[in-house]
């Protein structure tokens, strides 16, 4: 069995990024509404699936209980509304004459802060919670044992950086830049890194998730032939790598240590995500649809920072662990101050950041 014990053993560029946790105001839980907006775009997708599409009585049977993995939980609160959601869904499919019991399993890096997931459960809850750690491209549960798999705004988050990317002797190195936007190579490179993860990540689930059991993914993508450099989020980790590159031209950092970070994330298109889906043929695709996230006309100076303080809390990890605590909020102020300056978040040339829900089922092969 692949677990995190056995992850640490890999190459020494797959490492773990949990979300920035602690008291600070730059925590994940306290810079996570843009997520939990997310999940509130698609949660009635996912109820009227449930409701239509998912057997519940036979999924379950002999037993009573209903099993659900929420996959890249983090520590809340987000995790708990849309479990909470799964289940009044599931719910309101259930025989009156056996009701049913729901057991969770909160799954996430070991680094994860797991004692204040469980610290903030909710006391009201309608089900037995566990936490599972280690990574999610590797297997987590015995065979067969889930009856759903929720992940939301985790498998954009690739395994490793591809080699390549950083080997100053490759054509592919990613020289004055951290992430993928301006080189079709480098893109291309990230993308076969991506579609290496999800696939594991189909191939651990496809054991794990019985046969009709759901899995709802919301991923932050792109669109479908879409101009990399005029999608948001692409744009907005460029201009991170443009204000890291500023810092160095100004000796506030080493440039040799801007043209060795990179940013280990991949926003796939529909397209791609499919193609994967369906190689594998493990699941079959219900739906898939792209949510294109509205961008806001007017936007306020406070609206900014608080975009920035989102950047911030998925970001904060990987760059503190690059660059090093002293200069992190230095880092992530410049970078605010050059977001405030460069209009990206109002510029009409500029795609909607989209994200791809997607719902599978468990198919008998
Ligand atoms: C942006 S947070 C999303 C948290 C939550 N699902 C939500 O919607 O707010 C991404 C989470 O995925 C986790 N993650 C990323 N890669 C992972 C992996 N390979 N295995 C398990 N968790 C992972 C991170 O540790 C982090 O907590």
Request: proline share 5%; aromatic share 12%.
């Amino acid at each position: 069995m692949k677990n995190e014990a056995d992850n640490k053993k890999s190459p020494s560029s797959n490492k773990l990024f949990p979300m920035a946790c602690g008291e600070g105001p730059y925590n994940y839980a306290k810079n996570s509404n843009y997520q939990k907006t997310g999940w509130d775009l698609v949660k009635r997708l996912t109820s009227e699936k449930i409701s239509k599409k998912l057997d519940v009585e036979h999924l379950i049977s002999p037993g009573n209980l209903f099993r659900i993995a929420d996959m890249g939980c983090s520590f809340g609160p987000n995790t708990f509304f849309a479990v909470q959601d799964i289940i009044e869904a599931v719910k309101s499919k259930q025989n009156k004459s056996k009701l049913m019991e729901f057991q969770v399993f909160f799954n996430d890096h070991s680094a994860n802060d797991f004692n204040t997931l469980f610290r903030t459960l909710p006391s009201e809850r309608s089900y037995f919670a566990a936490g599972v750690p280690g990574s999610f491209y590797g297997s987590l549960f015995p065979k067969a044992s889930l009856h759903f798999v929720l992940s939301s705004y985790t498998i954009h988050w690739i395994s490793k950086i591809p080699r390549e990317v950083q080997d100053q002797s490759s054509p592919v190195w990613n020289k004055g830049r951290i992430f993928y936007g301006s080189s079709k190579k480098v893109e291309e490179a990230y993308a076969a890194q991506f579609a290496n993860d999800f696939e594991s990540f189909l191939r651990a689930r496809a054991e794990e998730v019985v046969p009709g059991g759901f899995m709802t993914l919301l991923i932050p993508g792109t669109q479908n032939g879409a101009n990399l450099l005029k999608c948001t989020s692409i744009a907005i980790s460029e201009l991170l790598g443009s204000s890291l590159m500023d810092m160095a031209k100004e000796g506030l950092v080493d440039e040799a240590k801007v043209d060795s970070f990179n940013i280990p994330i991949y926003y796939p298109s529909s397209e791609k995500v499919i193609a994967i889906v369906e190689k594998q043929g493990w699941f079959k695709i219900e739906q898939i649809q792209e949510i294109a996230r509205p961008m806001i006309q007017q936007l306020s100076k406070q609206d900014i920072e608080k975009y920035a303080l989102f950047v911030r809390g998925w970001a904060e990890v990987v760059v503190r662990d690059h660059f090093g605590v002293e200069i992190v909020d230095k880092i992530f102020n410049n970078f605010t101050e050059k977001l405030m300056k460069s209009g990206l978040l109002s510029d009409p040339s500029i795609a909607p950041a989209v994200d791809l829900f997607v719902l599978l089922m468990r198919t008998n092969n």
